[in-house]
């Protein structure tokens, strides 16, 4: 009997050791429904970059994926655009059971920029929607973002509508537009769908 408790009291520090290791700075247990978490090639999103150089802007940004973390970094110039910004491939989700999206960030104190695209059209060219959200320099954060704070634009432009119909989502973005110059740094862990009852932060 002592060797089966002594067998079992192992496995489970064995458990408990591998969840605080992938831990983040007091993350607790990770629910809601994974988008993506950099880790497997499964949840590989097809991001890549658009800078402001496609509108004749000098900011610079780039991205790598390495230790199951995605890391964004470059720097902003406002003479000419003045943002920078990393978009997923397209894609198909059906996000209607959820009250919006949960970044897990390690940020460098200025704002970022969630975006979100469906297939909403304005004159026939793609809507995106975009919410904002503050980073903490150097920690470790979980935000979440509800699906009602994202607003349409067009080309940067504030539109109106359509409002946001989280059943069509086809593309995801991660953008710095804070219209400050200098070097920026976000690293991104994971991102989720959080149901209502599961919203941390607003």
């Known amino acids: 009997m002592r060797i089966v408790a002594l067998t079992i009291a192992l496995i489970i520090g064995g458990l408990l050791m591998t969840v605080s290791a992938h831990s983040r700075d007091g993350e607790g247990t990770a629910t809601g429904l994974l988008l993506t978490?950099?880790?497997?090639a499964k949840t590989?999103?097809?991001?890549?970059v658009v800078n402001d150089n496609v509108m004749g802007g000098r900011s610079q940004g780039d991205?790598?994926?390495e230790q199951g973390e995605l890391h964004f970094a470059g720097s902003t110039n406002t003479r000419g655009g003045g943002f920078s910004s990393i978009?997923?491939?397209?894609?198909?989700?059906?996000?209607?059971?959820?009250?919006?999206?949960?970044?897990r960030v390690k940020g460098d104190g200025r704002r970022y920029t969630w975006r979100l695209t469906t297939n909403a059209r304005y004159w026939g060219r793609q809507v995106s929607y975009w919410a904002d959200f503050e980073t903490e320099d150097g920690a470790w954060t979980t935000v979440d973002i509800p699906f009602?704070?994202?607003v349409p634009r067009f080309r940067g432009t504030r539109l109106s509508g359509p409002a946001l119909d989280p059943a069509q989502v086809t593309g995801m973005g991660l953008m710095i537009y804070d219209k400050l110059d200098g070097p920026f740094e976000l690293r991104l862990d994971s991102v989720r769908a959080f149901p209502a009852e599961e919203q941390i932060k607003l």
């Open 148 to 150: 009602s704070r994202f």
């Open 44 to 48: 590989d999103l097809g991001w890549f």
């Open 37 to 40: 978490d950099f880790v497997s």
């Open 63 to 65: 991205f790598k994926v």
């Open 87 to 103: 978009r997923t491939g397209a894609m198909r989700l059906d996000l209607s059971q959820y009250e919006g999206v949960r970044l």
